[in-house]
């Protein structure tokens, strides 16, 4: 009898494909089998699951050059990366007691905001440690390769600062009276591809080198050659590209302390530790540039993040490419082909437009031809293969519930029900709505025909704004050549009215008031449209108590500090996700402040910022029950923006082994095959609530109990002969089975 649907498959081949994944895949790591290593000298204890997941990170250091801890906001990875770092250090120098015990140098490059906070946490967890911080290349230049510390050494550098140095400008001649730019080498005139002279402004776009062919004359045989000038024609400077070097000025080198490790210190380190490595992920930034040149400097490589993936293949291609690029070059993939890593790993959407176009006068008997033309766009979906071929390698997972089971309760849903709370707007709110939406539209769908796309940006900003902030919008058009084309003018409401959505957030910030519990609102328009100026104003009128934490006047060394200022006065925080998005908590040990409920009052396009901002109060030092609530305009571009915010989660969710009903993931109801195989097979082991390997911490079974444990978790299902595998299974069902019995069970 054949399957029918994806239950059915599961329930007769499931155990078997299950088995020959745990053939196929040997851990490195085993709780309950292998040893943990000594941890004893730290000063502080790390949790169970946090020695597991050291003693994994260090397993898989042994072996290769780097190695990826994501493991869920608030679980300690702070703590977890200097502790792996000391723990391996201990346990090599323990092997190689010949050569003498020999302390090490650990790098920790992280956002701005958290320098202060890694200084605390190394001198809390590591004992005799000196730390120093890196402001500029400056404080690199003693360093030495050949003398060894006396004691274990760290150098913390923002990431800011890592990519920050000298500037370069063209360096060319320009000789009075003489037309054209000369190369300072060989002196002849600059020239494009095309045999242009090329001008400065064209030369300070990129770093380029003299492409004139010179001859060259043997001076044994007389023979004559060509060859390429190659020389820069650019140099260093201290200032930046707009200042010009002053008549007599001696130009200086400043460099980007990444720069200068790379070229000047490769080895030097023993240990990089890359913290919040997901928001390394743009191929051309100078962030990413900075992390992946202090990467190759390194000898080992520790990546530290909570939320890997933002709902898209995308997203790890470049951290692959960065930090492991074996596995990517092994199967083909180049640095630029990102397509077709997407094609391969993620979800695209391909889009066929075709044109009639009439017979040309030559050929007027004829039917003229149709031309049609192929876009491509990434849009939210992760194929699970993701993780077997070139993440489960390199990457160890860990849960917030697995470190501890006394947390607190996390709500994601809206008291009324489950899900996001949709607010439908008022009467003149929607009509004023209906004509800007209507009259873009209509001139959009107009210039999309004809390939046209400069309107659908503001299109998309007034959509989403307008509803928010119904007040002191200009005209809305686009530039063509000179002119000025305007579509339409947004009605300028009463600004003295609160809007729905406003009343909402309002009266949910009363009612947590009443219980004693503070509040912090995270908006999108904090500049140009001062969503938050408004939201501060109102609550002032309602009687509430509160503060903006604005990116703008409190730099990131300060945001720990005046969290702890203002945090016990007031009864709301407004701010944008960004600035706190990442190391900061939303409590404070004494007690003297604690934002236990977070309100999305507007939520973007940016999934792992908002995973990262939803997850500052839920942590393991919590101690009242958190809830989040996202708010958004029924029926308008905000309800768009929301259920493809649930698409990227739902993805992210899956290729870290969890699935959710409930919050934001539930407003996503697509799914694909390959995801109802992964949620079919996550479900079942939920369902049987035993594990391989129950939570970290717990009694483990040996490991000559799988076969047992397969039995339990397909309990009463009758276990397919070895051989009775289905036509085409080999390749296609296990290859989605690799990541997700090994990502949500091992």
Known sequence: MEATNLDEYLQRYGPL????????????????????PPMDGLLRPPYPAQRHAIAAVAAA???????ILCAEIGTGKTLMGAATVAALAGTISAV???????PYRALVFCPGQLVGKWEREIKMTVPGVHVFHVDSFHTLTHCRRH????????????????????????????????????????????VDKNGIPVDLKSLAKRRQTCQAELEHVDTVDGSVSKRVCGAPLWQWTHYGKKTRKRPGEKLTERWPPARYIQKRLPGYFDYLIVDEIHEEKGANTLQGGAMGSLAAA??????????????????????????????LVAEGFSWRESMAFNECYGKIERRVTTKDEAPSDSARRGRGRVRSNEYKSVKPGIMPTLFGRHLIGNTVFLALDEVADNLPHLSECAEEGTGPIAVAMDGEQAAAYQVIEERLRAVVKKMVARGDRRLLGPMLIALLDYPDYPFDWKEIGYWNDEHWCGVVTPASLDPDVVRPKERALIDTVKRERAAGRQCWVFV???????????????????????????????????????MARYGPQVDVVISHPKPVGTGLDFFDKEGSFNFPTILFYETGYNLVQLRQASRRAWRLAQREDCKIFYFYYAGT???????????????????????????????????????????????????????????????????????????????????????????GSEVDWLDVLYGMVYGMVV
């Open 96 to 102: 190689n007691q010949a050569a003498g015990s020999r």
């Open 524 to 562: 999108e328009r904090t500049v140009k449209r001062d969503v938050a100026g408004r939201l501060d104003k109102l609550f002032t009128r309602e009687g509430l108590r509160a503060k903006v934490l604005r990116a703008s006047s409190v730099p990131p060394p300060r945001r720990e500090a005046w």
């Open 17 to 36: 494909l299950a088995r020959q994944a745990q053939e196929r895949f040997n851990p490195l790591h085993v709780p309950g089998r292998d040893p943990l």
């Open 298 to 327: 390194c000898r080992r490589v520790i990546a530290l993040t909570g939320t890997l993936i933002g709902g898209k293949a995308e997203d790890v291609r470049t951290i692959l490419w960065r930090l492991s690029p074996q596995t």
């Open 147 to 190: 003398n060894r510390p006396a004691a274990p050494v760290w150098y913390i550098v923002g990431r800011e600062r890592a990519k920050l140095g000298g500037d370069w400008i063209p360096a060319v001649l320009d000789f009075p009276g003489l037309a054209g730019l000369r190369c300072p080498d060989c002196c002849q005139v600059i």
């Open 637 to 727: 571009m905000q309800e768009q923006a929301m259920a493809l915010m649930g698409q990227k989660l739902k993805a992210a969710l899956a290729l870290e082994g969890h699935f959710s009903a409930d919050g934001l993931a539930a407003c996503c109801e697509e799914d694909d095959m390959a995801m109802a195989l992964a949620r079919s097979l996550a479900e079942r082991i939920k369902d049987s609530a035993q594990r391989c390997w129950e939570k970290i911490g717990r009694p483990a079974p040996p490991p000559d109990a799988m076969d047992d444990w397969l039995e339990v978790l397909y309990g009463g299902i009758e276990l397919p002969p070895p051989t009775a595998e289905p036509e």
């Open 61 to 67: 250091l042994r072996m290769q050059k780097s190695t």
